[in-house]
């Protein structure tokens, strides 16, 4: 594995070695007609695996398209109740502006007060973590 350039011969790089052991290796292991049918197999398992992968990705993706294509946005009073319980000033103003202050401010509350407010929008809480219910807040409030 030796190549002639301009300054003489150059000697393999180490992932030429690393890739001719391991086809030694396997020709050893397997010998020359298993290898073919070996191979047929890593590439049928990989088949399945990019498969199995697209499949998820797409439940995931129709599953957060339903979930924002159903308009399950807050009425303005669950939105008024969260910002009671985060102390959002409410009076005279926007519910586009309240909102917004309820999502910059559930990140700066602790748990506790993040599911008495996911509570507030009808967001189940059991078994949910604090961040996961964060998103689903931020969702609900379509900010």
Known sequence: MTSWSSG???LAQPWEWIILL????LLL???PTKLPEFARSIGRAMGEFRR?????ER???DE???DEGTGVGANRDQVLRAARELSVPSEGR???DIRLDIARQIDRVEPAVVVTVAKAFAIPVE???PQSLKEQIIRRLQV
């Open 8 to 10: 003489g011969p150059v």
């Open 22 to 25: 391991i086809i030694v290796a």
């Open 29 to 31: 292991l397997f010998g």
């Open 52 to 56: 199995g992968k697209a499949q998820v």
């Open 59 to 61: 439940e995931l993706r």
């Open 64 to 66: 957060l398209s339903r």
């Open 94 to 96: 926007d519910m586009k």
């Open 127 to 129: 078994g949910v973590s």
